[in-house]
Each structure stands twice: as structure tokens, then as C-alpha cells.
């Protein structure tokens, strides 16, 4: 399994944008396909975007697409969501999920190891 820990999280204001991280530790991590999901209080854990283990294939929630951008580099075992034009209902806490298939997947469960969580925070 591979270990991961997300930074970037913090507190802007609406319309502007952040940057987060995933750091992957543990051997091949160019074999996993990744996710960033979020959760907000007393909300389930949603997709926002997922990335195939070669970076080919992306996806995104619906009410992300245009505004978010999901990449990885696998020579530095690093996944980052780049969010621009943030809304107040962004906020949550924004986990990265990675699973051993390989394959990318909406479903939280499909993934084997989650980080603990950055917290994402956008005023009105």
C-alpha cells in the first residue's frame, strides 16, 4: 500500500483558487490510479476527480468540471488538484484516495488507502 498525505488546504475567498497536494510514499506508485474526494459535516464522502496511473484518463463531479484540474507526476509520487473559481459549497475536507487496480473510480470504496485530509475553507 502506499501512504499518502495531503497539504495545500486553507482558507480563501470566493473566486479565487488553491492548490492542493497528495505526497505518495511506498513502492509503485506510478501503478495506482487516484482520487481526491471531500466530505463536509454530516455529508457523505463525494468524488471530485480521479486520474488513471499513467495520467491518461481523467473524470471529474459534474459540479466541479471547468473549474478543477486533476494531475499527477509519477516521478516525484505526487497527485494535486488545482481548483480555481471556488464557491463557499467547496468547502470541505479534501481527502486523496489511491487504489491498486490502477484504475480510476467515483466509488470510495474502490480505494485502498486514504490520506487524512486537508481542510478547504471558502468565504462568501
Known amino acids: 500500500q502506499v501512504q499518502l498525505v495531503e497539504s495545500g488546504g486553507g482558507l480563501v475567498q470566493a473566486g479565487g483558487s488553491l492548490r492542493l497536494s497528495c505526497a505518495a510514499s511506498?513502492?509503485?506508485?506510478?501503478?495506482?490510479?487516484m482520487g481526491w474526494f471531500r466530505r463536509t459535516p454530516g455529508e457523505v464522502r463525494e468524488v471530485v476527480a480521479s486520474?488513471?496511473?499513467?495520467?491518461?484518463?481523467?473524470a471529474y463531479a459534474h459540479f466541479v468540471k471547468g473549474r478543477f484540474t486533476i494531475s499527477r507526476d509519477n516521478a516525484k509520487n505526487m497527485v494535486y488538484l488545482q481548483m480555481n473559481s471556488l464557491k463557499p459549497e467547496d468547502t470541505a475536507v479534501y481527502y486523496c484516495?489511491?487504489?491498486?487496480?490502477?484504475?480510476?473510480?467515483?466509488?470510495?470504496?474502490?480505494?485502498?488507502?486514504w490520506g487524512r485530509g486537508t481542510q478547504v475553507t471558502v468565504s462568501s
Open positions: 511506498g513502492r509503485s506508485f506510478s501503478s495506482y490510479g
Open positions: 486520474i488513471s496511473s499513467g495520467g491518461s484518463s481523467t
Open positions: 484516495a489511491a487504489s491498486r487496480t490502477g484504475d480510476h473510480y467515483s466509488t470510495a470504496t474502490l480505494y485502498d488507502s
